[in-house]
């Protein structure tokens, strides 16, 4: 991270706490007003790797003691074991909840929040450029329900741009928030960067079956390598075929049993083949039931319930309970 030219005292002491260790940090902790840790703390795990020489210049400022300190490296988990060393466990759990960010916290999550017509009322009157910094950092699934309010051809615009959009200046985004704070909020702002076509597929993924074929095909016929791109990185209720037996075990442990059937009457035979053979023959003819009586279902309620699914199987895979064995993605079936 390179902050020597526009350092700014929070940054200062969060170099400097990170430099003292965690004991000269715990009883400095102590110190202070919880708010002052907090701000502290969502620095500490903002710095990413600090160059020694920075470190010894910001140690310079305290102490002529500190000029040799080597450089460290502020990220989560330095920063919630500081913590954990210093407050009291629920005092350190919230603070680490706040600076992770859950829903309706940060300024991004409480924008999530706001009703997707309310926002797209708000955003299809703005530069596309302007929204696609936006929707990239809001919640996925809150970005599909904004584009698909929005006018197609403005959606894919802004499609577009983010997908063309490497690195954005830092004043541009501090206008943006601002815009936004006055607008929505009154929380402090922090986005993190992703990868476009990361943010994009995500997206798609929240995008019910016909617009996300729409916008696919509209999105191919402009740039078919971005398209074939954010394919490749969607993660779709299909894929689960790619998962072990063993975790679909652990999948079906975490899923509600009122909307796996409903869930699987979309599904491909070769993916209720696989559910099928990860229970006992019981459970199988008992699921089979329930899916034959379901009778005809509407395309929306499915794509809800295995969205549903999908939200519990990535949670599961970025937690490392179970893992996707490679990347095919067999093609959706029709429902019948």
Avoid at 25 to 42: D, G, K, N, Y
Avoid at 65 to 71: I, K, P, R
Avoid at 167 to 178: L, R, V
Avoid at 270 to 284: E, I, K, V, W
Wanted: proline share 2%; hydrophobic share 45%.
């Amino acid at each position: 991270m390179d902050i020597e030219k526009n350092i700014t005292g929070i940054q200062k002491a969060a170099i400097l706490m990170m430099a003292l260790g965690e004991d000269n940090c715990s009883r400095l902790f102590e110190q202070m007003h919880e708010e002052e840790i907090r701000e502290i703390s969502l620095e500490m795990t903002r710095l990413g790797i600090i160059s020694s020489h920075v470190v010894e210049k910001v140690c310079h400022e305290f102490s002529q003691g500190l000029g040799a300190v080597e450089g460290v490296v502020g990220d989560l988990e330095s920063t919630e074991r500081l913590l954990k060393n210093t407050l009291p466990a629920n005092r350190a759990a919230a603070i680490m909840e706040e600076i992770r960010g859950p829903a309706g916290r940060t300024m991004w999550d409480k924008l999530g929040n706001v009703s997707e017509v309310v926002l797209a009322n708000y955003l299809k009157n703005e530069y596309p450029q302007t929204v696609s910094v936006i929707l990239s950092r809001i919640k996925s699934s809150h970005a599909a329900k904004v584009l698909a309010i929005l006018p197609e051809d403005f959606s894919l615009d802004v499609m577009v741009r983010m997908l063309k959009t490497e690195n954005i200046q830092k004043n541009t985004i501090q206008s943006i928030e601002k815009t936004l704070r006055l607008e929505f909020i009154s929380n402090v702002p922090k986005g993190i960067n992703r990868n476009s076509h990361e943010v994009l597929a995500d997206i798609f993924n929240n995008f019910d079956r016909k617009l996300e074929g729409r916008f696919m095909n509209a999105l191919e016929e402009r740039s078919h390598d971005d398209a074939e791109q954010i394919k490749s990185l969607m993660f779709t209720f299909e894929e689960l075929t790619n998962l072990s037996g063993e975790s679909l075990v652990v999948l079906l442990n975490q899923i509600s049993r009122e909307i796996l059937p409903l869930a699987l009457k979309g599904a491909s035979d070769r993916l209720l083949q696989a559910f099928l053979a990860s229970m006992s023959d019981r459970a199988g003819r008992i699921l089979l039931n329930e899916i034959e009586d379901l009778g005809p279902v509407r395309v929306k309620d499915v794509d809800i319930a295995q969205n549903e699914i999908l939200v519990i199987a990535k949670d599961l895979i970025a937690r490392g309970e179970i893992d996707v064995i490679d990347k095919e993605q067999p093609g959706n079936e029709m429902i019948v």
